[in-house]
């Protein structure tokens, strides 16, 4: 077994795909920052590739602003390197900021301005050409369905709608990379779907990083998720992958009724492959099981015969962890660094 | 160049949104025609002094003409008026920038920190041109008066341009070093200050270091111009303080993406 991906490259060289893996846009390398003797950011090392959505998760304080910001060319790396599609931000920053679109924390805002004036200033600076300017600042404000507020003062918007100027902003140069600093953490529910939504709707367009310790979120927009903590890399992969790795074995949960629990452990055990089992009385006429098995086998069908052919099968699902455990589990472990590495590496999910 | 125009053609508008550029406007006209009239006043006053005396005496111990009495004391007044304004206008510039968190939109756009020191600049030092452009009718009063020569104007305004330049560009690099825009204002009105008045603690004895604290002070060579007087050295004095003060503002803005925040 090997442990959980600490590098790129490592992640890359498990899951490689032959042939028609897109190219990385973005090219993290051993990305240092230190202030002073505290290490923000310890030799982090990503890819993303073209049109991709990258999750950046952490607690508060994992080094995941710092990142972005390196990634951005706002603050410069102790020592690493970044490149944006194809142009190195160190060496060549002009060219590498062109491709580059960005949200920090707090969106980057003019209150006095309208939204059209503000949008027009921020295409000038990114060098959007003067013809296509104001076509470009339409479709911004297209995109972020800002059109009936295009007029007014930023200062005197909402929350959500600043927050969504500040997206209106990062695409208005139609950027090949989408930086995004905790998009949705300021806001309220409804502003974070609304957000949500407008990010969703952006892949595709955009190569888009963004960072979050909104879990869910992570789940619904991103393709990847690079986890992070105390500045380190903890874990790369998918979010269902993530999931399944550190379940560390499959397990299905079913509800049966008109049986008793020693008739189900029985039926259960019965079945090739079944590892584990642990059964309940949940009412006066339903057991319920957790049927363990290793992982990569699928004892679902098998265990769902054994059951329906002498009673009622009520119930079968497939019990994943959920990012909060996930993200639990790794941050926890990686707190004390131990000996034998207790994450599963991806290639025991067998055929998958 | 495109860059410095945007953020110049900003920050300006900001600066009529908000009420700091019509505050600077009016105060700046209210103390010029304050100072301008009374000048013009003493000088009428003494004018018909100096006719009695030459109507009883045939002669006038006092040496009066336009240029020496009136311009000469109205651009230095100018040039106090613009200490006290010039803060004001300086003191949003950068800080205003990091306090908002839009420097960081800014350093991550194509924009190099000279393109953006030169956009504040050129900012400024339109709305210092505007204030300048308000005290031109009172040509018009003085042509009424008889002889005024416009050459002695011209240097006076040049003089004024340069001494702002060079205030500018402090108040600019001043306004680089904080978060907060009441430190931005005292420290410029410190270092201005400063380098305007140095020359009071000179003492009359002649020394080179006489020489050198005379050569420090803004109002020293201010004066020169506004006697009509366009020399090299006075040129070059506030040409080099402007860009000293460009130069540091340059750095300190590749400096601030180094500090911890």
Known sequence: MKATCQTAECWTRQNRVPIGIPPAVITVQHLTKRFGSHVAVNDLSFEVASGEVLGFLGPNGAGKTTTMRMVTGYLPPTSGSVSIDGHDLLSHPIDAKRRLGYLPENPPLYPELTIRQYLAFVADIKDVPRSRRRPAVDRAIGRANLGEVADRRIGTLSKGFKQRVGLAQAIVHEPAVLVLDEPTSSLDPKQRVEVRDLIVALRGEHTVVLSTHILPEVSQITDRVVIINRGRVIAVDSPDNLSQRLRGREEVTVEVGGATPAEVRQAVLSVAGVAGVLVEQAGSQVVTARVESALGTDVRGDVARALASRWQLLALRSESLSLEEIFLKLTGDADRPSPESPVPGPESRGGA | ?261
């Not at chain 2, 495109?2 to 953020?7: F, L, Y």
């Not at chain 2, 025609?33 to 009374?38: D, I, L, V």
């Not at chain 2, 230095?76 to 613009?82: P, Q, R, V």
């Not at chain 2, 109002?219 to 006697?227: G, K, M, T």
């Open chain 2, 1 to 261: 160049m495109r860059h410095v125009i945007a953020i110049a053609a900003r920050e300006l508008r900001s600066y009529f949104v908000s009420p700091i550029a019509y505050a600077a406007l009016t105060t700046f006209s209210l103390l010029s025609g304050f100072f301008f009239s009374n000048m013009l006043t003493s000088y009428v006053r003494q004018a018909s002094l100096a006719d009695g005396q030459i109507e009883r005496l045939g002669r006038s111990p006092l040496q009066l003409d336009v240029p020496t009495v009136v311009l000469a004391e109205f651009f230095k007044n100018e040039g106090f008026i613009l200490l006290l304004v010039v803060p004001l206008l300086t003191m949003g510039l950068l800080t205003d920038e990091r306090r908002k968190g839009t420097l960081e939109l800014l350093l991550t756009s194509p924009v190099r920190p000279t393109e953006l020191t030169l956009g504040k600049f050129l900012s400024a030092m339109t709305l210092v041109t505007a204030m300048f452009a308000l005290t031109l009718p009172y040509y018009y009063f003085l042509a009424q008066g008889g002889e005024w020569e416009p050459g002695i104007v011209l240097a006076g305004y040049a003089g004024l341009m340069l001494l702002a330049a060079a205030e500018v560009s402090i108040g600019l690099f001043v306004s680089s070093l904080s978060e907060n825009m009441l430190v931005s204002a005292l420290g410029t009105y410190g270092v201005l200050v400063a380098f305007y008045f140095v020359d009071t603690s000179a003492s009359a004895t002649r020394s080179i270091w006489v020489d050198f604290i005379q050569f420090l002070s803004f109002h020293v060579h201010n004066a020169e111009f506004a006697r009509g007087v366009v020399a090299l050295h006075n040129i070059t004095f506030f040409a080099g303080v402007m860009a000293m003060g460009l130069f540091l503002t340059q750095r300190s803005i590749e400096a601030i993406r180094f500090k911890r925040s």
